[in-house]
């Protein structure tokens, strides 16, 4: 008779293989249900307080907001069918009639007055009250029309008028539960949240939208980018979006039953100088780091061309704003190493490193290490500011040491990114104003200034474009920041899933077209 | 053999019990202090780039972040006394909901991989043992040296890629039905789906530890197998699994029980990267994202509790003891 230590493992072995194949046929999309694998769980889902990519997801299927944006930026009607600006100071909403919350109660004025009051409310600690601050009152008129009145002129209220509208009935039912059970009139309804395991929504068959193709749309939480995209090329759900491995995508071309599209985003990578440090306070010193860039090949070989090298602060998505004709300093050692030498740092003592007035050439630059594709960037920029003389050294940190460090004006040289850059507003006020609250640089310009002003206070698309456009031509030359790359967002879809539109701000809204037959 | 001495057991195991609050307590302290030791905090870590300095002051007072530490560590552990394990920073909601969500995942991972190598690694270091210095001896430690160095990541990645992707036999990430539900419930669809997804997660998180525990048996056996007894109840005529049942391995069981405590320890708290790897819904990572995020309530909470469970796991192997060794008794 054959030893317990030879049966029981053959007998384990054939109890795998009969569970394994038993599924004999790649996993296909159920009819009506859209899986979709994300990156990250959400950490809440109350609008007012959402800051991770998943909860915007989530938040854009169950609510609304008084506008969105289209897949060019422009602000589209949604919960209100028209708007007017009364005065430079003043905007009336029209709010679209027999709207109703999935609880059954009604949309009123009321809902959006709260809405935006609570998050001006500065005990909310809402992440973005920043954007809406030049808002000094938000009062409904009736019940189907609201106004906004501000403190000066302010261009950009539009694009950041899709905050989504919560149910005040519903917050002040539900109070902190609020954030795990949201309530909102969007095409899909939340069902349930299992944490850091999947969020699931149902249709809504009563949405202003008309009724959600999908019946059911789960979100999966996969925070490993090569099993997210195996579970897109197995059938393991539907749909994926950036971020994603560069190996992952090119294999993912090749994949029958996936189609990749690929965009440029509204983030950028970039390198925070500070303006503050001894050394990279010479603008000198800034322009000779930039020239010694190789963006093109950093793109290339470590991106993978899933990112777009930069030019400027302008991106491309800004349409009637970007232009390719402001440059930064391109890759060039020459000039780079000429504008050391014009700033006075030689190597005096021929020990291989530059030096001035008996202090090193020292510069450190830091990344956060939860992006393997930045600490490669910051491991290759080491290396070739060592060849140039530079006694260059790496410092990697997680994501919450890094912006204390930035903070704190802690730091040489960073690079990290922003993210969601719907606007030139967004992506140049807080970052360049002498009282931008992520000027973390302490970048101080009264032309800037000046003009990030008057960008805040012109409607005129044409003005905003001179001014925007003025600004980076300054930033291009002072270089508080240098943009290594335009961001790409890329999207992986199962070829059964149709009328599904990617946005280049990641956004999911063309879900509630989307079906899966 | 003499029955245990229950008496002197229960003082024994009482006692054990009794020394698990000065563990929490210690735990706690730890924590607390090396949370504190971290740079970032979690104001800047929930507001992220869109943090001001006004903001983050505002909300370090609103955490009582800015009060002196003794303070904050008095108030933390008087709440932890009284089992209020606070309300987690960046997911805004109560921590014991998140640990008691997300702990039965990790103990389901943890309980089925140790079975599998258990299972699995066990009987291959007998094989090995019984067959030594032939060509069964040097494949059987040839696979357990993979096991030992192959690396987590690599290995969970490999086995999506094989059995999810070209293969489809088993899903690519997550959890299937509860198993024990499953298993209550009879339903040979829920336990099947149960199964299947435990499979590639339970293995990856498996075949380090099957590789150890394959190679110990070896040794152990080899020890044993060496002794005076062994060779005389040969000598005597006994049947040869006898010989290996119940004299050479029952002695090579000690080093082998305190191995398997120690890995399920590691499997609760350690199965960080396999439950990435396959989106498993554990404490594992829900305690790493919210180090990083310095969501302190959810370490503390969730630090503590895997502490606890890991004393009482090993005063269970420690009475386990008592039951293979005669010699061993506890009073």
Do not use: C
Request: no cysteine; aromatic share 8%.
């Amino acid at each position: 008779m054959r030893m317990l230590h030879v049966r029981l493992p053959v007998v384990v072995l054939m109890l795998v293989l009969a569970i394994g194949t038993t599924r004999t046929a790649p996993a296909a999309p159920a009819a009506g249900v859209l899986r979709i694998g994300i990156d990250v769980d959400a950490g809440t889902l109350d609008p007012r307080l959402a800051n991770d990519t998943t909860a915007r997801r989530v938040i854009e299927q169950v609510y609304d907001g008084l506008l969105e944006l289209d897949a060019q930026l422009r602000p589209r009607p949604a919960l209100a069918e028209s708007w007017t600006q009364a005065s430079p100071t003043s905007w009336v909403f029209k709010l679209r009639r027999n709207v109703r919350f999935h609880d059954g109660t009604p949309l009123t004025a009321a809902d959006v007055v709260f809405t935006y009051t609570t998050i001006l409310d500065p005990a909310l600690r809402a992440p973005l009250r920043g954007l809406y601050l030049p808002i000094t009152r938000v009062e409904a008129v009736d019940n189907e029309t609201v106004r906004f009145t501000l403190s000066a002129p302010y261009a950009p209220l539009l694009k950041y008028a899709d905050m989504a509208i919560v149910s005040r009935a519903a917050v002040e039912r539900l109070g902190a539960e609020y954030a795990s059970r949201p309530v909102g009139t969007g095409a899909y309804k939340f069902v349930s949240w299992q944490r850091n395991s999947r969020i699931v929504l149902e249709a809504n068959p009563d949405s202003w939208r008309g009724r959600p193709k999908l019946n059911q749309v789960i979100f999966n939480i996969i925070p490993d980018n090569t099993t997210r995209a195996a579970a897109l090329e197995s059938g393991d759900v539907d749909l994926i979006h950036s971020p994603l491995s560069p190996q992952d995508v090119a294999r993912l071309r090749g994949s029958p039953r996936v189609t990749i599209t690929q965009m440029t985003g509204l983030g950028i990578t970039y390198l925070n100088m500070n303006m503050m440090d001894p050394i990279v306070r010479d603008v000198r010193i800034r322009r000779a780091i930039a020239h010694l860039i190789p963006q093109t090949t950093i793109v290339r070989q470590i991106y993978r061309e899933m990112d777009r090298p930069a030019t400027s602060v302008l991106l491309p998505a800004w349409s009637g704003v970007f232009t390719d004709e402001i440059v930064q300093p391109g890759h060039d050692i020459a000039r780079a190493k000429a504008l050391l030498a014009e700033a006075g740092w030689t190597d005096s003592n021929r020990d291989g490193v530059l030096d001035k007035d008996g202090q090193r050439l020292a510069l450190t630059i830091r990344t956060h290490s939860e992006d393997p594709n930045r600490i490669q960037v910051v491991e290759l920029l080491i290396s070739i500011l060592r060849s140039s003389g530079i006694e260059a050294r790496a410092e990697i940190t997680e994501f919450p040491a890094l912006v204390g460090a930035l903070l704190a004006g802690n730091y040489q040289v960073v690079l990290v990114g922003w993210l969601g850059l719907v606007d030139p507003d967004r992506g140049m006020f807080n970052q360049f104003h002498s009282k931008g609250t992520q000027n973390w640089e302490k970048y101080n310009n009264p032309r800037i200034d000046a003009l990030l002003d008057e960008g805040r206070q012109k409607a005129d698309p044409t003005e905003r474009a001179r001014i925007y456009r003025d600004v980076a031509r300054v930033i291009a030359t002072d270089l508080p920041y240098y943009v290594l790359t335009y961001q790409g967002y890329i999207v992986g879809v199962n070829r059964r899933v149709q009328g599904f539109v990617p946005n280049p701000s990641g956004s999911f809204r063309s879900l509630w077209t989307t079906s899966v037959p | 053999m003499s029955p245990l001495p229950l008496p002197r057991m229960v003082r024994y195991t009482t006692r054990r019990l009794l020394l698990l609050v000065p563990v929490a307590l210690g735990a706690a302290v730890i924590t607390f202090v090396l949370l504190l030791l971290l740079p970032g905090d979690p104001a800047i870590a929930l507001l992220g780039q869109e943090a001001s300095g006004p903001e983050i002051a505002r909300f370090r007072n609103l955490l009582g972040l800015d009060r002196p530490v003794p303070i904050q560590l008095g108030l933390y552990l008087w709440r932890m006394a009284r089992g209020d394990f606070g309300r987690s920073i960046t997911l805004d909601a109560p921590v014991l909901r998140l640990i008691l969500s997300t702990l039965p995942a990790t103990l389901e991972l943890a309980i089925f991989s140790i079975t599998l190598a258990v299972v699995g690694g066990i009987p291959l270091g007998l094989l090995a043992a019984r067959r030594r210095g032939t060509a069964v001896d040097t494949t059987t430690m040839l696979l357990a040296q993979l096991g030992v160095s192959m690396p987590v990541f690599w290995l969970g990645v490999l086995l999506i890629l094989l059995f999810a992707v070209k293969l489809n036999w088993l899903p690519s990430f997550g959890r299937g039905a509860p198993l024990v539900a499953a298993l209550v419930s009879g339903n040979a669809g829920l336990i099947m789906d149960s199964l299947r997804h435990l499979i590639l997660p339970g293995f990856t998180l498996a075949f380090f530890n099957l590789a150890l525990l394959s190679r110990l048996t070896r040794w152990a056996l080899l020890e044993v197998l060496e002794e005076d007894y062994v060779r005389t109840a040969r000598a005597k005529g006994q049947r040869e699994r006898i010989v290996l049942y119940r004299h050479a391995l029952r002695n090579a069981l000690l080093p082998i029980v305190t191995i398997v405590g120690l890995q399920f320890g590691n499997a609760l708290g350690g199965a960080v990267v396999t439950e990435t790897i396959f989106g498993w819904p554990g404490m594992g990572r829900l305690v790493v994202q919210a180090i990083g995020q310095r969501d302190f309530p959810v370490v503390q909470g969730a630090v503590l509790v895997l502490a606890l469970l890991f004393s009482l796991f090993n005063v269970l192997v420690d009475l386990t003891y008592a039951f293979i060794d005669p010699r061993i008794r506890y009073g």
